[in-house]
């Protein structure tokens, strides 16, 4: 690897950032007029594109956060979490319309439930210094609805130098779009879970949806949860299992996944090896409440 390549290693991860309500220990989903109890609750700093920027950087490569963060109490809690992970925090803009953001999760079992509240525009002011930065390497964009917002960040990202990743992450109001395809050009690698590809492609078979997804992606990983997850490029598709872990939340354990695999992604290793370190981070995820939370207790 030569120096200068060295250098340009680091992934800016864009997105909105969440303060995560997670409740756990419960044996059913709420219903109207029911009030449950949960045994368990755990405030976490959440959202995809922190999520997976706190387990890039702690598998050893550095990574930025590109997001705006609110002033108000909750924001400012989940921002010490946050600047205690290792995140590079440099192009986190504050400001007042950018909070709370709140994702409340209720979680049975392996199952989720979420109510969320997204506050003020994703886009930061911080977003042409942070896609000019000459440590980065790489963009991860932790959510269709933050393209669908600024729908010329891809084309800037390659401008740039930059290769780019998509974690489309569930939005019935986005997904299901006839446009999608066609707004996601120039992705390099696209993250999809089961759900999400099944959306995209009307397709439930994995390997069918892969092989769709092909045809406008040069690298595809699905996430199946407790089913493993597969990989494809350049036409050839492979499987590897789940981990044999204790699961208490599945929160954010896409987003660990993500990070793992582009790490080795990045890299330049093969498909199986990209695979194997996003199940390892993702398993890692699962076993706390919160998508980082396992990260500061080790």
Same mark, same amino acid.
């Given at each position: 690897m030569s120096s200068?390549?060295?250098?340009? =290693?680091?992934?800016?991860?864009?997105?909105?950032?969440?303060?995560?309500?997670?409740f756990t220990g419960l044996d059913e989903m709420p219903v109207l007029g029911r009030e449950l109890f949960a045994e368990g609750m755990e405030i976490a700093a959440g959202g995809g594109a922190y999520i997976a920027a706190a387990h890039v950087?702690?598998?050893?490569?550095?990574?930025a956060l590109v997001a705006r963060l609110g002033t108000d109490p909750l924001s400012q809690d989940i921002g010490d979490q946050m600047r205690a992970s290792g995140v590079d925090l440099q192009f986190?803009?504050?400001?007042?319309? @950018?909070g709370p953001q709140v994702t409340v999760a209720t979680v049975v079992g392996q199952d989720?439930? %979420?109510?969320?509240?997204?506050?003020?525009?994703?886009?930061?002011?911080?977003?042409?210094a942070a896609l000019g930065w000459d440590e980065a390497l790489h963009l991860h964009i932790a959510e269709y609805a933050t393209l669908h917002e600024m729908p010329d960040l891809v084309t800037?990202?390659?401008a740039n130098g930059l290769t780019v990743s998509l974690d489309p992450s569930w939005d019935a109001a986005l997904i299901y779009d006839a446009g999608f395809l066609q707004a996601c050009a120039g992705v390099d690698l696209f993250l999809p879970n089961l759900e999400e590809a099944e959306a995209i492609t009307g397709l439930s078979d994995p390997q069918a949806a892969l092989s769709m997804l092909q045809a406008s992606f040069p690298h595809v990983a699905l996430k199946g949860g407790g089913n493993?997850?597969? @990989?494809?490029?350049?036409?050839?598709?492979?499987?590897?299992?789940?981990?044999?872990?204790?699961?208490?939340?599945?929160?954010?354990?896409? *987003?660990?996944?993500?990070?793992? %695999?582009? *790490?080795?992604?990045? *890299?330049?290793?093969?498909m199986q090896?990209?695979?194997?370190?996003?199940?390892?981070?993702? =398993?890692?995820?699962?076993?706390?409440?919160?998508?980082?939370?396992?990260?500061?207790?080790r």
């Open positions: 200068s390549h060295a250098k340009r =290693s680091a992934v800016l991860c864009i997105g909105r950032i969440y303060c995560d309500l997670i950087t702690h598998v050893g490569r550095k990574a986190l803009e504050h400001a007042a319309d @950018a989720r439930a %979420f109510l969320t509240r997204r506050a003020g525009p994703a886009k930061p002011a911080t977003l042409d800037r990202a390659k493993g997850a597969w @990989a494809a490029a350049g036409g050839d598709a492979l499987h590897a299992p789940a981990q044999d872990v204790t699961v208490v939340d599945t929160t954010g354990a896409g *987003d660990a996944f993500n990070a793992g %695999f582009l *790490d080795a992604w990045l *890299d330049q290793r093969d090896t990209c695979l194997a370190s996003g199940i390892r981070a993702g =398993s890692l995820a699962v076993q706390t409440a919160g998508g980082a939370t396992a990260l500061s207790i």
